[in-house]
């Protein structure tokens, strides 16, 4: 809403509950399913690169040199500053894919039936999709009309 209609951030975020409330879908204002998905990915990232860390800190001087200024396990050091920088760059970079999420959510909300109109068999992929997460297994109140479209 801040993108296409020039809203006020706390604007755009009470029309988007305002709107997904209307429709029925309290439920994926609430769902967290893409987020923590994204976040065990982080989680997968910072795993493999603080492996990375530890490999680089045993194939290079630097395990010596961090062994010489007081680490006593050097290999943890290793692990924990890859770790770190995984977990950092991958969280920017699976920020705007949950960003993207959150925008596809919104704008199928916003304009379904042009969205149908427009891309058929796209449409009817996300409404089979969403139909399995909704409660009552329907996409609400545009279902209807849309489904009179094909």
Request: proline share 3%.
């Amino acid at each position: 809403y801040i993108g296409l209609y020039g809203y006020s951030f706390i604007q755009a975020g009470q029309n988007v509950t305002v709107l997904l409330r209307g429709k029925g879908w309290k439920e994926l204002i609430t769902d967290d399913l893409s987020d923590n998905l994204l976040f065990i990915v982080n989680c997968a990232v910072s795993c493999c690169t603080g492996l990375m860390g530890v490999l680089f800190t045993g194939q290079s001087s630097h395990y010596r040199l961090l062994y010489a200024i007081g680490y006593k396990h050097p290999y943890t050091a290793g692990f924990v500053i890859g770790a770190t920088v995984g977990f950092l760059v991958s969280s920017v970079i699976l920020g705007v894919i949950g960003g993207a999420v959150n925008a596809v959510i919104v704008c199928f909300a916003e304009s379904s039936v042009e969205f149908h109109q427009n891309h058929p068999r796209h449409s009817q992929k996300l409404r089979e999709g969403w139909a399995l997460r909704l409660p009552n297994g329907k996409i609400q109140p545009e279902n209807r009309i849309a489904l009179t479209l094909t």
